[in-house]
């Protein structure tokens, strides 16, 4: 007779298709900049990266569908409450302990929190997820995630007179008052030298171009020489 030892354990296709429909009701209306449609796109380049990273793709798969469920920028400063709800929601589907440990440690420390402010994964797995949620505050999809957050928390669009801004302290970075073209270079013009894998690399060098040649082409409207 054989013994099914492992019978406790949910099949990882379960596992996430639960997850999804979980957080896709979660974050459904989120206007900031984190609905269901930023998640779709981080989990899909995370997969990208991560088979060609050739690392473990259920971790970074629940890491991406889960790393926005509770934006501490948002929630009252609570930096954890993130990666507490993903644990518990894990545990609620039987998920076993290392994987569920794993996935709340990405999401506890995948945040940009500042020029000055490190933020290295400790896994491949968290770099990877890291690289697939900075890839979409990139590009036409980053220039556009700029403004719509730049609109809801009713943000000065572009003021020639407000400086551009080097934040040394997440704390700084988080009460920051500066305009959303100089968000560009406070953060999004920077994430192409933090990637932290080679494919994220070289996807986030053809984003950065196409942020470069916007920002060009504005600050020429804007002294109307074109
Ligand atoms: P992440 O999901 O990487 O943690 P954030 O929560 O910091 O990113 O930001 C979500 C989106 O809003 C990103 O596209 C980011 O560039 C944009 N954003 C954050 N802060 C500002 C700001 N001060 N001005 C304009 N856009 C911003
Ligand atoms: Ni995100």
Redesign the pocket.
């Known amino acids: 007779m054989r013994v099914r030892i492992s019978s406790d354990i949910p099949e990882p296709s379960f596992v996430v298709a639960r997850t999804e429909r979980f957080v896709a009701e979660r974050l459904a209306g989120e206007a ?3 609905d269901w449609w ?1 998640i779709a796109r981080v989990r899909h380049s995370a997969l990208t990266i991560g088979a060609e990273e050739g690392v473990d793709l259920f971790v970074v798969e629940l890491a991406a569908l889960l790393h ?1 469920i509770a ?1 501490w ?1 948002l929630n009252g400063g609570d930096e954890l409450l993130g990666a507490t709800l993903a644990s518990e929601w894990l545990s609620s589907l039987g998920v076993e302990p290392s994987i569920r440990e794993h996935v709340a440690e990405i999401i506890a420390t ?3 929190k500042g020029v000055g402010v490190p933020s290295s994964m400790r896994t491949r797995e968290g770099a990877v997820v890291q690289d697939a ?2 890839l ?2 990139m590009g036409a999809i ?1 220039i556009a ?6 609109g809801f ?1 009713r ?1 000065v669009l572009h003021d020639p007179d407000v400086p551009v801004q080097a934040y040394a302290s997440a704390e700084a970075y988080n009460a ?1 008052t ?1 305009t ?1 073209i100089n ?1 560009f270079h ?3 013009l920077l994430l192409r030298d933090r990637m932290n894998t080679a494919t994220g690399q070289r996807i986030a060098a053809d984003r950065h171009a196409v942020m470069d040649t916007f920002l060009t082409r504005f600050l020429l409207e804007c002294d109307g020489k074109a």
């Open positions: 900031s900049g984190h930023h926005d934006d920028k995948t945040s940009f949620d900075r979409d505050a980053g995630r700029a403004f719509a957050f730049g928390v943000q920051r500066g959303t968000h406070e953060k999004l």
